[in-house]
């Protein structure tokens, strides 16, 4: 394309988003009104539950548009059929698939995450979807949660910090972005119906706050409820989530739509604040009941209550006016860009996210970056090095327009090199709710990989999780800590043959690493979409360093992990019910409190460089609640090539009128720094997020005193810290 054509269509696409200037709040709401007042009672009624599989009603006598909706949070989900959980074979919906939001959060950055929703925004308004459904922000409580590959991971203000600039990103195109699943959905297992029993504030500290960031700094427009249940009631229509906070205290003024099949009553759901019921008589993945649209609960059965006055017609009248709200934001806003799809942009967004989510987990006798590869034969081991990772998982997975596979990436990048590979496993046909076994032999996958490794003079073992059930899959969880496929076997015998073996993770969850002490190097790799290939390749090749950090702790045993500690009543919960025991104590909280040494702990990650902390300075010595404390230090990169640091703000409360953390995460930062360079680096925290939620007085207290900042390079690694007084 040209120079000046490209300027043209960028200046194009300026216009478009310039004049996507949504109608101003009180233009918008008389609007509203003057829509309202043309409806028939069965008209709103119908604004209120699905009439396909992924669409709502519109007034075709009105002109009013349907709403359509996809998954989801990392890429459009392929076109599904109507009324079947069958893909409908379209030509024209294959997408670039972003990386895994573990991979977002591990970034650490929020820019960048702007970016991914972004362009993922574009491709959803290209495929003409109205309400993309993501990001997922459940907490990450234990290992074994099949969809934690989708979230951000355990620590409740990265997840915070992360979700906003996806959602403004995401909605900057004129789409909805519907932030899920609302809320404590932190496993698969018996995910329709467990009933999750957990503290007021528990569920404040650590498993609102996300969707808190998300309504309040995030503007979303739309919300799903969640299958399970809390404290005894469904949470897609649970008066105190829905009502009294989201509704009341949040204010939220967007819709909630519920899971697929997450509606259980039409009293409920009228009277406790769903306003879309989707996906009724269906488990949300793989089968559908028959019965049509009008049998929902909020169809027929709601508007006979309405007529027959048992349910007031306000309450069709206030979720009608917030479905037409989210069109006029959508599909009745005329300035709506017209979105973009499988471009060069968005590939590089899908890459960089990709590059910098890669966490760098061990790397001695600097095995990676991989340097002087002409002439040395490397062994690609392992069936993560091919399998396709876009498709499988459930609902998130896509129809990538392309996926470059680890082996690919490795391939294209050391072509000088001789590049041999080997499955060494096979984990069979990714399905939902069942295991289907590997017609392959094992054995002789696992003989030729050993032989394989023998030849080489290094090995790069590309193991780790996939998308199949029981893996990193949503509809269940995990039976194991431990690497499936035979991998830790096979990895043993690996090393009987070579010494020089780097590990890379494809994976979304923590796993038992019995073989870390006996291998060079470990790189977390996620999944990283359509780019997956050649981000690995960037890193192992050292064309881009490393700046990742974990966004959730490894356990080296998974009985060290807090809901794992609590026998079944915590996880997986028994008949049905479970309480989260743990409470607040979630993560890096619990191992600090218990004196637990993980694996490799929350925010942790290496570089190919180093770097320095110093003099760390407040712009105060006491400060009052309403003030904001400046902490500034100074980083250096203390090594011979440029790279990231991010850098980390805890707060500790040492005497304290409630049980509290040791400490918990309340500022970071990423850094760029050339070799050598310093920077004095600044992060401001308010001293009213250093509060707990009192649950007597349903409040954020702090309580005056000291309060101690730690400036880390992860949760383990304190670099510099320092007192301070809150009067
Ligand atoms: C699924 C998932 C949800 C998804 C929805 C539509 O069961 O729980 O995340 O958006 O149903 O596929």
Not at 29 to 41: A, G, R, S, V, Y
Not at 356 to 371: A, C, R, T
Request: hydrophobic share 40%; net charge negative; charged share 20%.
């Amino acid at each position: 394309m040209n120079k000046s054509f490209s300027v043209v269509l960028a200046l194009f696409f300026l216009a478009q988003l310039v004049s996507a200037q949504s109608m101003s709040n009180q233009e918008m709401e008389k609007k509203i009104d003057e829509i309202l007042n043309q409806l028939t009672l069965r008209e709103k009624v119908d604004l209120c539950h699905a009439q396909s599989k992924f669409s709502t009603a519109g007034v075709a006598r009105l002109g009013i548009p349907e709403i359509w909706m996809s998954d989801g949070p990392h890429g459009v989900r392929g076109e599904i059929n109507w009324n079947d959980w069958g893909y409908a074979g379209w030509t024209n919906d294959s997408i670039t698939a972003f990386p895994a939001l573990t991979a977002l959060a591990a970034s650490f950055n929020p820019e960048l995450s702007y970016e991914y929703g972004f362009a993922l925004g574009e491709e959803a308004r290209y495929r003409e979807k109205d309400i993309l459904l993501g990001p997922g922000v459940n907490i990450y409580r234990t290992p074994y949660n099949g969809r934690n590959f989708e979230y951000m991971g355990e620590d409740p203000y990265l997840a915070s910090i992360m979700v906003v600039p996806y959602i403004k990103g995401v909605q900057k195109n004129g789409v909805a972005a519907c932030v899920k699943h609302y809320a404590l959905n932190n496993q698969e297992h018996d995910r329709h119906v467990i009933d999750v029993k957990a503290d007021d504030r528990t569920l404040h500290e650590i498993y609102l706050p996300a969707f808190k960031a998300a309504v309040q700094q995030g503007g979303v427009w739309s919300l799903m409820g969640a299958y399970n249940q809390y404290n005894g009631q469904f949470a897609t229509h649970n008066k105190v989530l829905m009502n009294d906070i989201l509704k009341g205290d949040w204010n939220f003024d967007g819709v909630v739509v519920s899971d697929w099949g997450s509606t259980h009553s039409t009293m409920e759901a009228a009277l406790n604040g769903l306003d879309i019921e989707m996906g009724t008589f269906t488990n949300g993945l793989t089968f559908s009941m028959n019965f049509p649209y009008h049998d929902y609960n909020l169809a027929n059965p709601f508007y006979e209550k309405i007529k027959s006055g048992e349910i007031p017609e306000s309450v069709v009248n206030d979720k009608a006016r917030r479905i037409l709200r989210l069109m006029l934001r959508t599909n009745m806003n005329p300035n709506r860009p017209l979105g973009r799809m499988n471009n060069q942009e968005h590939s590089d967004v899908a890459r960089k996210v990709a590059t910098e989510g890669i966490v760098l987990l061990k790397n001695e006798n600097n095995f990676f970056p991989l340097k002087e590869t002409k002439g040395l034969t490397i062994a690609v081991i392992g069936e993560n090095a091919t399998k396709p990772m876009t498709i499988g998982g459930g609902s998130s997975e896509l129809k990538a327009k392309y996926e470059i596979s680890p082996l690919a990436g490795i391939q294209n990048r050391f072509a000088d090199a001789t590049i041999l590979h080997a499955m060494g496993y096979s984990s069979g046909p990714s399905a939902y709710g069942r295991v289907i076994e590997s017609p392959l032999n094992q054995d002789s996958l696992f003989q030729n990989a050993v032989e394989t490794a023998a030849k080489a003079d290094i090995v790069l073992f590309v193991g780790g999780l996939n998308k199949n059930f029981q893996q990193d899959c949503e509809g269940g969880d995990r039976i194991s800590y431990d690497l499936p496929f035979n991998q830790n076997k096979l990895l043993k015998a690996v090393l009987e043959v070579n010494s020089s073996v780097g590990v890379v993770l494809v994976s979304g969850n923590a796993v038992a690493m019995p073989w870390l002490k006996d291998v060079n190097a470990v790189m977390q790799a996620w999944y990283l979409g359509s780019e997956a290939g050649n981000a690995i390749a960037d890193v192992i090749s050292g064309d881009v360093n490393p700046s990742g950090k974990l966004p959730f702790s490894f356990p080296i045993n998974i009985n060290d992990n807090a809901a794992h500690s609590f026998g079944e009543e915590s996880y997986p919960g028994v008949n049905k019910t479970q309480e989260y025991k743990e409470g607040i104590l979630v993560g890096y909280r619990w191992f600090d409190t218990k004196k637990i040494k993980p694996q490799f702990s929350f925010g942790f990650g290496l570089s190919y460089t180093t770097f320095a902390y110093s003099n760390m300075q407040t712009d105060k010595k006491a400060y009052g609640k309403d003030d904001e404390v400046k902490v500034s230090f100074t980083l250096t990169n203390t090594g011979n090539v440029a790279g990231a640091e991010i850098a980390q703000l805890y707060v500790s409360d040492p005497k304290s009128s409630v049980m509290r953390p040791v400490k918990e995460l309340k500022g970071f930062d990423k850094v760029m720094l050339q070799p050598g360079e310093s920077k004095e680096v600044s992060i401001t925290v308010p001293v009213s997020s250093f509060a707990y939620y009192a649950v007597d007085s349903k409040s954020w207290v702090v309580e005056p005193g000291d309060f101690i900042l730690q400036v880390n390079s992860s949760a383990t690694d304190n670099q510099l810290k320092k007192k301070i007084k809150v009067n």
